[in-house]
T-cell receptor, first 114, second 112 residues
Framework: GENVEQHPSTLSVQEGDSAVIKCTYSDSASNYFPWYKQELGKRPQLIIDIRSNVGEKKDQRIAVTLNKTAKHFSLHITETQPEDSAVYFCAARRLNTNAGKSTFGDGTTLTVKP | DARVTQTPRHKVTEMGQEVTMRCQPILGHNTVFWYRQTMMQGLELLAYFRNRAPLDDSGMPKDRFSAEMPDATLATLKIQPSEPRDSAVYFC??????????FGPGTRLTVL
């Protein structure tokens, strides 16, 4: 089965700095990589995703990069703000199969200091 | 704005009692997932269904946990008997294969 490792487990940055969270996966057949943000006491919410046919995707201050050869993908947050403080989870799965389940990383607690 | 709903949002019970958690997936979604989240274990997949059929429940302790989908609008997760180590937040999520899943607000369970 798939195994996803996420680093670091905690990350503290100053407001305005960039934050990078990295994940590696083991199943070379995985082709869909979502990122979730979970604020304290709330549900995980999808913030960005990437499919294996592209190497990078951006949405305002958030970007995700994918290296299929090395089997790793990263979340980049630029110009961080205190409201970016949350736990971020990466996940990997195979699309277009009968399975459909995601394997999650263990999460990264991001703290943005004002 | 369609959302997954879960009831109850909070549950406090005593060890040995039965607990039933309910989830209403987003209308039209064909997959339903149950996750358990604790500080120590992160997000664990307990079970998931596709078109109401259980596809994988290998993450679920079979002796006390059971998951069902009596119909397309309701998924249930039952614990009987409950134990203190079951204390966690239980999330339901639904999705439409091959797209991504959306999480419900969770049920915070405390077993005393």
């Amino acid at each position: 089965g798939e195994n996803v490792e996420q680093h670091p487990s905690t990350l503290s940055v100053q407001e305005g700095d960039s934050a990078v969270i990295k994940c590696t996966y083991s199943d070379s057949a995985s082709n869909y990589f979502p990122w979730y943000k979970q604020e304290l006491g709330k549900r995980p919410q999808l913030i960005i995703d990437i499919r294996s046919n592209v190497g990078e995707k951006k949405d305002q201050r958030i970007a995700v990069t994918l290296n299929k050869t090395a089997k790793h993908f990263s979340l980049h947050i630029t110009e961080t703000q205190p409201e970016d403080s949350a736990v971020y989870f990466c996940a990997a799965r195979r699309l277009n199969t009968n399975a459909g389940k995601s394997t999650f990383g263990d999460g990264t607690t991001l703290t943005v200091k004002p | 704005d369609a959302r997954v709903t879960q009831t109850p949002r909070h549950k406090v019970t005593e060890m040995g009692q039965e607990v039933t958690m309910r989830c209403q997936p987003i209308l039209g979604h064909n997959t339903v997932f149950w996750y358990r989240q604790t500080m120590m274990q992160g997000l664990e997949l307990l079970a998931y269904f596709r078109n109401r059929a259980p596809l994988d429940d290998s993450g679920m302790p079979k002796d006390r946990f059971s998951a069902e989908m009596p119909d397309a609008t309701l998924a249930t997760l039952k614990i009987q008997p409950s134990e203190p180590r079951d204390s966690a937040v239980y999330f339901c999520a639904s999705g439409l294969v091959p797209n991504e899943q959306f999480f419900g607000p969770g049920t915070r369970l405390t077993v005393l």
